[in-house]
């Protein structure tokens, strides 16, 4: 299953993300650790997820390669970027798997 690095615009960031697979969506969110991201927390899930899954593996704001932050920015700021980044893909509906932040941001999501 190919693993592809891509870009989008989701709100005022531009967006790094890796996506694998086809079906239903798995939104995978990683830690604030120094230099986390999206591949280095979850790159050894994507094979298995992406069997079965449309697996997306975002870059929060700040990290990897989603530009950093324009303003001192707080959780909601976190938690409205990946809801403009599901909305620039046309993800309506997603399984949530997020790490730390990447947790706090998918409890925070699902609650919408």
Request: aromatic residues 10%.
């Amino acid at each position: 299953m190919p693993i592809t690095e891509k870009f989008v615009q989701a709100g005022e960031y531009r967006t790094h993300y890796w996506e694998t697979g086809e079906g239903e969506n798995v939104l995978m969110l990683h830690s604030a650790d120094p230099g986390s991201g999206g591949w280095l927390e979850f790159r050894e899930n994507f094979d298995a997820l992406g069997r079965h899954f449309r697996v997306l593996a975002p870059d929060i704001i700040g990290f990897g390669k989603t530009d950093p932050p324009t303003r001192d920015l707080r959780h909601p700021a976190y938690v409205e970027h990946m809801l403009q980044f599901l909305d620039a893909l046309g993800v309506k509906k997603t399984h949530l798997i997020g790490n730390c932040r990447g947790g706090l941001i998918s409890i925070s999501i699902a609650a919408e």
